[in-house]
């Protein structure tokens, strides 16, 4: 992926809980999580309790995928949208 196709955004908690939920529900380690995002287990972590200032889209979308819960890109597309309010909405492109 090029920097120029990376999107950052500042998470809220339900994104955290929403991760940390769904791993939990599924029984996934986050060991696994980390291996298969190829980022640190620290990473995972910080990103389930709140204590990281920025993730990728990217990295979100494929947790989502990961964990089979749809509901984790939900809540990041609605944060980007509140981050963002001057993005054109998707019926108006």
Same mark, same amino acid.
């Given at each position: 992926? $090029? ?8 998470? %809220?908690?339900? /994104?955290?809980? #929403? ?5 939990? !529900? ?15 287990? $620290? ?8 204590? %990281?200032?920025? /993730?990728?889209? #990217? ?5 989502? !995928? ?28």
């Amino acid at each position: 992926m $090029s920097p120029d196709n990376v999107i950052l955004f500042s998470p %809220t908690n339900k /994104i955290g809980a #929403a991760i940390r939920d769904a791993r939990i !529900r599924r029984r996934v380690p986050l060991e696994y999580l980390a291996d298969e995002l190829h980022v640190a287990i $620290s990473t995972v972590s910080r990103m389930e309790t709140g204590k %990281t200032q920025t /993730i990728n889209l #990217a990295l979100v979308a494929e947790l989502s !995928r990961l964990l089979k819960s749809p509901k984790i890109l939900r809540l990041a597309v609605v944060q980007i949208q509140k981050s963002f309010p001057q993005l054109p909405d998707e019926d108006a492109v």
